[in-house]
């Protein structure tokens, strides 16, 4: 993620927890690492998935 992390990690609750930033920024500081920390893991998860399914589909095309 570009830019400032807490703005970022706030966008990504919103949309993916539905939370408002205030939810999320008033979290207490070891939830908010925690919700940070897990966020890291579900974008890198995706990422690794994507990766996959790019690759599966690659390699079913014929040249």
Known sequence: MEGDGEANYAYYALHKFHWLPSVFLELDPYER???IAAIDVRVE???K???KIKAKSKSGKKR
């Open 33 to 35: 690492a925690f919700v």
């Open 45 to 47: 998860n995706e990422k």
């Open 49 to 51: 998935e994507a990766a």
